[in-house]
């Protein structure tokens, strides 16, 4: 997958088509990547004794987007990912637009 955790990132399809944001968790399995601020939706929390002090009610979070939904940025633009071997041998992320290192 191109796009990590700590990556700034758009939302190029959905709901909230242009909204930008970090990436903080990436599912490799389901190809799923969750960003901050971004695909809200409320939950139903119960109170229970493993949540001992929290009480129950609704809760804001974020939900997962399909990593096809979402693009690098780059000067606010969206970029496609390619990938280049250094003279050391390292594999480096590298921008389609501008050919520099991600």
Known sequence: MKIKKGDEVIVIAGK???ATGKVLRVDLRRERVVVE???LI???IKADAQRAGKE???V???AALHV???ALVEDGKPVRVGYRVNEDG???RVSR???KEI
């Open 56 to 58: 129950s009610g609704r």
């Open 42 to 44: 409320t939950k139903n």
């Open 90 to 92: 390292s594999k480096v």
């Open 68 to 70: 096809s939904n979402v």
């Open 37 to 39: 601020g971004v695909n």
């Open 97 to 99: 637009r501008s050919g």
């Open 16 to 18: 909230d088509k242009g």
């Open 60 to 62: 804001t979070v974020e």
